[in-house]
């Protein structure tokens, strides 16, 4: 199982950016994929989740600023972010899930900045 995140970086407040997971070792469209994140010092916590039929569901400080998708076909999980906070700066790990197997990736940077 693999998951590599890319699309992080450096933002101004009020910027976007659209993060990837490239997913591969597993069947991909039959996992709940989700985005978390982890700020210095504080723990990990739930962004967002697409179910394997699209459902979606967010943390309510990611509520009409972010939108998670998915493409099977490419088997790739995305996290569109805009209106960026300093307060979302923190790695952010794509994690794959179903019933009892959980994985996730390295991370990827993001700070929000000027």
Same mark, same amino acid.
């Given at each position: 199982?693999?998951?590599?995140?890319?699309? =992080?970086?450096?933002?101004q $407040?009020?910027g976007?950016?659209?993060?990837?997971?490239?997913?591969?070792?597993f069947?991909?469209?039959?996992?709940?994929?989700?985005?978390?994140?982890?700020? $210095?010092?504080?723990? #990990?916590?739930?962004?967002?989740?697409?179910?394997?039929?699209?459902?979606?569901?967010?943390?309510?400080?990611?509520? =009409?600023?972010? &939108?998670?998708? #998915?493409?099977?076909?490419?088997? &790739?999980?995305?996290l569109?972010?805009?209106?960026?906070? $300093?307060?979302? &700066?923190?790695?952010?790990?794509?994690?794959? #899930?179903?019933?009892?197997?959980?994985?996730?990736?390295?991370?990827?940077?993001?700070?929000?900045?000027?």
């Open positions: 199982v693999q998951l590599v995140e890319s699309g =992080g970086g450096l933002v $407040p009020g976007s950016l659209r993060l990837s997971c490239a997913a591969s070792g069947a991909f469209s039959t996992y709940y994929m989700s985005w978390y994140r982890q700020a $210095p010092g504080k723990q #990990r916590e739930l962004v967002a989740v697409i179910g394997s039929s699209g459902s979606t569901n967010y943390a309510d400080t990611a509520k =009409g600023r972010f &939108t998670i998708s #998915r493409d099977n076909a490419k088997n &790739t999980v995305y569109q972010m805009s209106s960026l906070r $300093p307060e979302d &700066t923190a790695v952010y790990y794509c994690n794959a #899930r179903l019933l009892y197997s959980s994985y996730y990736g390295q991370g990827t940077q993001v700070t929000v900045s000027s």
